[in-house]
């Protein structure tokens, strides 16, 4: 009897220690504290890239005028949505816009083509006054791995942080390791992998705590689903549930 009720009690410690180390692994930004205020200092604006899709809409008091620069690359124009209005970036980082020609657009945020196809517009006697609105169309983010639903995701703002990117996916299983997020970023023909800790704050100054288009997240499994993983990958996960089952009934027999 007094056996089996150190056994109960060192079950029951283990189910604690258990769950205090569960807690420590599962829980985000785990030291920070309330009315905890940062400055944001590693937000960047997004740069246009070779193969990004713009959307580019030009508006103006006299809608006829500005219909001439609302044709896609298909040369039809669009008059309803701005949204048709779409550009395909090159490999060499430019656009063919309408009757202004190939203009340079790789390395320039939303704002900056904006506000250079205004004055272009206005400096060459085109069309004042105008107003120029510049959309992504293919601003999409992955997230594979250890999400409860991963997939590729089409974000409306260019403003997409990480946790915005797990939250979309369904966030984390029990089984993903919070400690070491990979971010994957494609950028002037270098690839680059940066991983990120999910239950330090320290997360929201990383470098890619803000996602730019085409990035892929990762979450990789921790040592619990890799440890099943191979005990599936050899079908024993029976044999040791017996065998632990057999053992503990031994026991109690034993020491009744």
């Known amino acids: 009897m007094r056996f089996r009720n150190i056994i109960s009690m060192m079950i029951a410690a283990a189910a604690l220690i258990s769950s205090c180390r569960s807690a420590k692994e599962v829980v985000y930004l785990q030291?920070?504290?309330?009315?905890?205020?940062?400055s944001i200092t590693n937000y960047q604006d997004i740069r246009i890239k070779p193969g990004d899709m713009?959307?580019?809409y030009v508006s103006h008091k006299t809608p006829e005028l500005a219909a001439l620069f609302n044709m896609g690359q298909s040369g039809?124009?669009?008059?309803?949505?701005?949204?048709n209005a779409s550009y395909t970036v090159d490999f060499n980082g430019d656009i063919d816009f309408p009757v202004v020609g190939r203009i340079k657009v790789a390395g320039l945020t939303r704002a900056d083509l904006s506000s250079m196809l205004k004055k272009r517009l206005a400096d060459d006697g085109l069309l004042k006054d105008a107003v120029?609105?510049?959309?992504?169309?293919?601003f999409n983010v992955s997230v594979l791995g250890e999400v409860n639903h991963p997939g590729k995701f089409t974000v409306q703002s260019d403003r997409v942080s990480l946790l915005d990117a797990i939250a979309?996916?369904?966030?984390l299983t029990i089984y993903g390791r919070r400690d070491s997020v990979m971010v994957i970023r494609e950028a002037d023909g270098h690839r680059q992998i940066l991983y990120n800790n999910l239950l330090s704050k320290d997360v929201l100054n990383s470098p890619s705590f803000y996602l730019q288009q085409n990035d892929m997240v990762y979450v990789k499994p921790?040592?619990?689903?890799?440890?099943?993983?191979?005990i599936n990958q050899n079908n024993n996960v029976g044999v040791w549930m017996s065998a632990t089952s057999l053992l503990l009934t031994v026991l109690t027999l034993l020491f009744k």
Not at 222 to 230: E, F, H, P, T
């Open 31 to 38: 030291d920070s504290y309330d009315n905890d205020i940062q």
């Open 54 to 56: 713009l959307s580019i």
């Open 76 to 83: 039809a124009v669009q008059e309803s949505t701005q949204k």
């Open 132 to 138: 120029v609105t510049v959309t992504y169309q293919n």
């Open 168 to 171: 979309l996916a369904g966030d």
């Open 222 to 230: 921790n040592r619990i689903k890799a440890q099943q993983s191979g």
